[in-house]
Nanobody, 124 residues
Framework: QVQLVESGGGLVQAGGSLRLSCAAS????????MGWFRQAPGKERRFVTGINRSGSSTYYADSVKGRFTISRDNAKNTVYLQMNSLKPEDTAVYYCAADPTTGVLPIALNYDYWGQGTQVTVSS
């Protein structure tokens, strides 16, 4: 069992930055591939980015490439999402998730554990 708690969301103007954190507790954090997903009102949950167990491999949705950066600190049991050049269309609830399998896959069904989400609102 893994418990995930996101933080760092908020309201920011377009062009601004936010850094999300996801703290994990429970079983060994480094055993999990970690991902960030987001869900806008009335839309399905979508993959944003993921990082493998060691942090050596990352994967990004086209919509965030070059603007968002995922990283992890296995010693702190935490995964981060640095979001720069934010756009109004980035507005959503952001969720972190843990996948016990190897490799990074942009599929929500692969992820067994989810946080409660943190709201990110980007004003124009």
């Amino acid at each position: 069992q893994v418990q995930l708690v996101e933080s760092g969301g908020g309201l920011v103007q377009a062009g601004g930055s936010l850094r999300l954190s996801c703290a994990a507790s429970g079983r060994t954090f480094s055993s999990y591939t970690m991902g960030w997903f987001r869900q806008a009102p009335g839309k399905e949950r979508r993959f944003v980015t993921g990082i493998n167990r060691s942090g050596s491999s990352t994967y990004y949705a086209d919509s965030v490439k070059g603007r968002f950066t995922i990283s992890r600190d296995n010693a702190k049991n935490t995964v981060y999402l640095q979001m720069n050049s934010l756009k109004p269309e980035d507005t959503a609830v952001y969720y972190c998730a843990a996948d016990p399998t190897t490799g990074v896959l942009p599929i929500a069904l692969n992820y067994d554990y989810w946080g409660q989400g943190t709201q990110v609102t980007v004003s124009s």
